[in-house]
């Protein structure tokens, strides 16, 4: 079974140029993540997906962040402009409710995730 | 505020002891922690889960200790393998609810 994929899994760019980054889930997976990691630290949650619907982005920079998941596959993740602060590795991960597609629990499913560069 | 927390950054065990990984919460409502073991340039990968109805889990060389009323949990790994070398990340939430990741330990294991 293919894991997470996620592109590109590494991209430099200047502030206030955008940046886009794609997340294809786990065959099945209704529930889709994206998470920003700075270093050091735990991955935070941007962005929650239930199918197409994002049920919670509370903890998305709107101004500046935006996401979409067309079809309830796969996603888009975009800043534009980007700022300094922005560099991070963003992870999207995806998982099923316990008792669907195999799964016994809560588990999330990480991809490589995309190491962001804002010069 | 941070609502799990991994207060030790890093962690070195000798190739076959025991390797214990410590992580408290503060939020009482949170009723499920899971690990992660994370490689270099890799995503997260689960290692095991534990919910509040239960105060111990095992899965091979691992096991999850809850103690509820100390907001605490531990990882241990018997015995250590130069494998096992990875950042872990301790994970909680309540049900229906998002996860909260703490900041990681870095486990070293010499051979």
């Known amino acids: 079974e293919a894991g997470v994929v996620q592109s590109p899994r590494y991209k430099i760019i200047e502030k206030k140029q955008p940046v886009a980054f794609w997340c294809n889930p786990i065959?099945?997976?209704?529930?889709l993540y994206w998470y920003r990691q700075n270093l050091g630290q735990g991955p935070e949650l941007l962005i929650r997906y239930e199918n197409e619907e994002a049920v919670d982005d509370s903890q998305l920079p709107k101004d500046r962040f935006s996401a979409e998941r067309l079809k309830g596959v796969d996603s888009t993740l975009k800043i534009q402009p980007a700022e300094l602060g922005d560099s991070a590795v963003y992870l999207c991960?995806?998982?099923?409710?316990?008792?669907?597609?195999?799964?016994?629990?809560?588990?999330?499913?990480f991809g490589p995730g995309t190491r962001l560069t804002v010069t | 505020d941070q609502q799990v927390k991994q207060n030790s950054p890093s962690l070195s065990v000798q190739e076959g002891r025991i390797s214990i990984l410590n992580c408290d919460y503060t939020?009482?409502?949170?009723?499920?922690f899971l690990w992660y073991k994370k490689y270099p340039a890799e995503g997260p990968t689960f290692l095991i889960s534990?919910?509040?109805?239960?105060d111990k889990n095992e899965d091979g060389r691992f096991t999850v200790f809850l103690n509820k009323s100390a907001k605490h949990l531990s990882l241990h790994i018997v015995p250590s393998q130069p494998g096992d070398s990875a950042v872990y990340f301790c994970a909680a939430c309540s049900y229906g609810q998002n996860f909260v990741f703490g900041p990681g330990t870095r486990l070293s294991v010499l051979p």
């Open positions: 065959s099945g997976h209704n529930t």
């Open positions: 939020n009482s409502m949170f009723d499920y």
């Open positions: 991960a995806s998982s099923s409710p316990p008792g669907t597609s195999g799964s016994s629990s809560y588990e999330q499913y």
């Open positions: 534990i919910s509040s109805i239960k």
